[in-house]
């Protein structure tokens, strides 16, 4: 059984009484004084206990306590306070508290004061249409759908809605050899000295519940013909376990849409490739995390930062991807999945923590990074609970996020 501390109000505290004058209706204990079996000097152990993990002495014992815990049976409000544990007077231990109610107990919450953020019950649905006039590509419906939703699925389970919200995916077909995607609208966040702010759209309605494009699409993924009629992109018959054999000289279609949805969520954004320069009063919330020192850029969110240990460099000439060949930084991250250097050929990539930490940093409703340590290291809401919305309006169609690419063509090793 596990109690949150304000069920009864007191703090985890050891009941120290004399032996003299005591209440008679108490089993009182004190904490262990040796090494052996949990005896004080001179006092017997009631339990007869010589188990070395047992820390407690108890000098006597008027009534029954089943657990041994030094609380009563009919005042214990956790009645199997385990043995090495130390209880309070209400007879719970810190394994059986969670003081916070964030789901971890006292005994390995590293955040004592850190509240759960999650809301209990709200999903996240990713919704997959496609769009081909002609039909030609109707064989792959199915495969292409598949990996499609299961790809933005990998990214809704790492975030925390407000309420039930589904995350519509438009999928489309042409002639070109890569893909590439982005969020359908843009949602404002704030207006600093007359620069907006803009997050992406799917992110704004898992964060807040309101959809900023009602029935239209949130995203727009598009597929290159040439990576289904010539072959060179394999799909996985069950990509959430991935576990079927990728052929080595074929890309991993799965991965290639993880990729593409890391573009609708995170990464993307309006500053210029080469300089970093701004097209006009806004930027995205990837934006203003990006730092350009004359030679490369860098992402410099707190969260990322502290996840790769540094700046972390991002691709020159292709700044919504990470990592850049040498001499530039960042060939460390060549591997991950949203570098934008090479694709590879029998290759599969993974959402990182890396990926995690930018997508914290520009303001997704992230869950806790799951150490088990009750530590919220990246927050749930880190933007104002009611953004004003801004929908597919005149000063929009100005400035759409640029779609970003996936180049499975001459980049593909």
Same mark, same amino acid.
């Given at each position: ?20 004058? *005591?209440?008679?209706?108490? =089993?009182?204990?004190?904490? $262990? ?10 006092? !017997?152990?009631?339990? +007869? ?10 000098? /006597? ?16 409000? *956790? $009645? ?22 964030? +789901?971890?107990?006292?005994?390995? $919450? ?37 990996? =499609?939703?299961?790809? *933005?699925?990998?990214? !809704? ?30 949602? &404002? ?7 907006? !702010? ?7 309605? @898992? ?12 995203? =727009? ?7 289904? !009629? ?34 609708? /969520? ?23 995390? @990006? ?17 790769? %240990? ?8 292709? @700044? ?7 001499? &530039?930084? +960042? ?14 050929? +029998? ?15 520009? %303001? ?50």
């Amino acid at each position: 059984m596990k109690i949150n501390q304000n069920q009864h109000g007191v703090c985890l505290a050891m009941l120290l009484v004399c032996l003299a004058g *005591c209440d008679t209706g108490k =089993v009182i204990v004190v904490p $262990d004084a040796d090494s052996i079996d949990g005896d004080q000097p001179n006092v !017997t152990d009631l339990n +007869g206990d010589t188990d070395p993990d047992d820390k407690r002495d108890v000098l /006597f014992s008027t009534l029954d306590d089943a657990d041994g815990d030094g609380v009563v049976d009919e005042d214990d409000l *956790c $009645d199997d306070t385990p043995a090495d544990e130390l209880a309070d007077e209400f007879g719970c231990s810190c394994s059986q508290l969670d003081s916070d109610d964030d +789901g971890v107990n006292d005994c390995d $919450d590293q955040c004592p004061n850190n509240a759960r953020k999650t809301v209990a019950g709200a999903t996240i649905v990713c919704d997959v249409s496609l769009d081909d006039p002609s039909g030609e590509f109707a064989e792959f419906y199915p495969i292409v759908a598949l990996n =499609v939703r299961t790809a *933005c699925e990998a990214w !809704t389970q790492h975030m925390v809605a407000l309420q039930d919200v589904s995350i519509e995916v438009e999928v489309r077909f042409a002639d070109i050899s890569t893909a590439y995607a982005s969020s359908k609208t843009v949602a &404002r966040v704030r207006n600093d000295n007359g620069l907006d !702010t803009y997050e992406q759209g799917a992110v704004s309605e @898992i964060r807040t519940g309101i959809d900023p494009n009602d029935d239209v699409a949130d995203a =727009v993924v598009t597929v290159g013909r040439h990576n289904l !009629t010539d072959g060179l992109w394999w799909f996985d018959p069950d990509p959430t376990r991935r576990e079927a054999q990728l052929p080595d000289d074929r890309i991993d279609a799965y991965s290639a849409f993880l990729h593409e949805m890391g573009h609708v /969520f995170a990464y993307n954004g309006w500053k210029d490739f080469e300089n970093g320069e701004l097209p006009g009063n806004y930027l995205s919330t990837f934006d203003e995390y @990006i730092e350009f020192d004359g030679e490369n850029f860098f992402f410099i969110g707190e969260h990322a930062v502290e996840a790769y %240990g540094g700046p972390v460099p991002l691709t020159y000439g292709n @700044i919504a991807h990470l990592a850049n060949s040498a001499p &530039r930084p +960042g060939s460390d991250l060549i591997e991950e999945l949203m570098n934008g250097v090479v694709t590879r050929r +029998g290759k599969r990539r993974d959402i990182s923590e890396i990926d995690l930490a930018i997508l914290a940093d520009v %303001g997704a409703p992230v869950q806790a990074s799951g150490t088990g340590l009750g530590c919220d290291d990246l927050p749930a809401v880190m933007r104002p609970a009611a953004p004003l919305i801004v929908g597919p309006a005149p000063e929009m169609q100005e400035r759409p996020l640029p779609p970003q690419q996936y180049d499975s063509g001459g980049h593909a090793h």
